[in-house]
């Protein structure tokens, strides 16, 4: 499939990513076309019902006329999707026919912060798609912090590395026992690495980075001057 | 103006995640006990992301054939999804 779309991102305000989303859908989906009755005026939501409604229309009598369009909802049809990846906190992408369909559909929605000048590659919108395992870039030896859980705030060394269940399996640093804990990866973020000669790119972490509220500013495309007002 | 909100935000976020419930094989996202897109019944309220399709001027047009997301996905009908589902 060769899509017609370009991916563009906007700024939200931290943990407004999810009513950002609602609000642009319902700005999409809310509202429908108008159009007119040419004899008396009244409002349908399409030709065809306005058609139907004219052959019947009380103030016809003669007259000739065509069901006459009033507004139409601008956006349906041209915003294909919208993307909330939440490993990337205030970031949501909008897929559109053109950029300025981005504007229309942001236009009064409150928490949008701004656009992030440029479209966003395919590359950059697959790496969110399909997310790196949890437990990608965790090894054994590393100390990990949990950071959910009945565990949470304890530290812990990795004794096992379970990928195919994004799972990890921990030996407790403070504690007098060494009960071997089972948590999911994307619970643990990585304090310290085990000594290694090579260390994982820091910004394929995304768990961690979903973690703190630092954006990673080197990062690509969002290092573009976001270009508000 | 400060920002109470900022310190609590991980539980509030969690209470709102905690309303919508991804469905296990398809994701899409529902209140339901069943997925009122697959009919599936293994539903969880751990997920991160979403992703929303929107329909089409043709209401029963395949998603895929236009939007580059729900391509990649493999989604056939607009909706709410999530992105990653445990
Ligand atoms: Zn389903």
Redesign the interface.
């Given at each position: 499939?060769e899509?017609?779309?370009s991916?563009y991102a906007i700024r939200t305000t931290?943990?407004q990513?999810?009513s950002v989303?609602d609000l642009v859908?319902t700005a999409?989906?809310g509202e429908s076309d108008v159009w007119e009755c040419p004899f008396c005026r009244e409002d349908f939501s399409s030709e065809k019902a306005t058609k139907q409604h004219m052959k019947s229309c009380k103030k016809k009598g003669k007259k000739k006329g065509e069901p006459k369009l009033i507004s139409k909802n601008q956006l349906?049809?041209r915003?294909?999707?919208?993307?909330?990846?939440?490993?990337l906190r205030g970031y949501v992408f909008i897929?559109t026919t053109e950029f300025r369909d981005v504007e229309i559909a942001i236009s009064g929605v409150p928490h949008v912060r701004g656009r992030v000048g440029g479209k966003v590659s395919?590359e950059e919108?697959?790496r969110?798609?399909a997310?790196p395992p949890a437990a990608e870039g965790i090894s054994e030896g590393d100390v990990v912090e949990i950071i959910s859980g009945p565990f949470k705030g304890e530290r812990a060394k990795v004794v096992r590395v379970d990928t195919g269940k994004?799972e990890l399996i921990l030996e407790l640093l403070d504690s007098p026992y060494t009960i071997p804990v089972r948590v999911?990866a994307?619970f643990a973020k990585i304090v310290e690495r085990a000594e290694r000669v090579e260390v994982v790119e820091a910004a394929e972490g995304d768990e961690t980075k979903?973690e703190s509220d630092e954006l990673d500013d080197e990062d690509s495309f969002w290092a573009h001057t976001p270009d508000d007002d | 103006m400060g920002n109470p909100r900022r310190k609590r935000r991980s539980n509030w976020v969690g209470i709102k995640i905690a309303k919508l419930k991804a469905c296990k094989a398809c994701h899409y996202l529902t209140n339901e006990s069943m997925c009122p897109n697959c009919k599936g019944t293994n539903l969880s309220t751990s997920y991160t992301g979403i992703v929303v399709i929107l329909p089409g001027r043709d209401d029963h047009e395949d998603p895929r054939k236009t939007s580059y997301v729900a391509s990649r996905l493999n989604i056939d009908k607009p909706g709410k999804y999530a992105l990653k589902v445990r």
């Open positions: 499939m899509p017609s779309t991916i931290i943990g990513e999810r989303t859908t999409v989906i349906k049809g915003v294909k999707s919208i993307l909330v990846p939440e490993t897929e395919l919108i697959d969110f798609l997310p994004e999911h994307d979903a | -």
